[in-house]
Nanobody, 127 residues
Framework: QVQLVESGGGSLQAGGSLTLSCAVS????????VAWFRQAPGKEREGVAA???????NYGDSVKGRFTISRDNAKHTAYLQMNSLKPEDTAMYYC?????????????????????WGQGTQVTVSS
């Protein structure tokens, strides 16, 4: 039913910027929450950013001030604008969605409350 497809990943040098997109389909309304998570090899999955249907946001401590999550409900797409990228940001980035009833915008969690997940897009930042 619900499907999420990430795009926009790639390789770039530290200090650069990159925007990821998450196309969401299958929901009958825009009340759901969308979040971005990332996972690097050997590390736990980390909450990056989350946004609810009204545009309220929350960010993980490691990216706050550098990353911006947004959504275009008309296009059914969420975005993650990543600025001042660091090698530590290298990871597979996943978008996820969950209905409003289970959404807490808690990006510090592992995302277990999120019901639907995309396949991921790789971001590699070189020093």
């Amino acid at each position: 039913q619900v499907q999420l497809v990430e795009s926009g990943g790639g390789s770039l040098q530290a200090g650069g910027s990159l925007t990821l997109s998450c196309a969401v389909s299958g929901y009958s309304s825009n009340s759901y929450c969308v979040a971005w998570f990332r996972q690097a090899p050997g590390k736990e999955r980390e909450g990056v950013a989350a946004i609810d249907g009204d545009g309220s946001t929350n960010y993980g401590d490691s990216v706050k001030g550098r990353f911006t999550i947004s959504r275009d409900n008309a296009k059914h797409t969420a975005y993650l604008q990543m600025n001042s990228l660091k090698p530590e940001d290298t990871a597979m980035y996943y978008c996820a969605a969950v209905g409003a009833d289970l959404c807490t915008l808690m990006t510090s969690s592992r995302g277990y409350e999120y019901t639907y997940w995309g396949q991921g897009t790789q971001v590699t930042v070189s020093s």
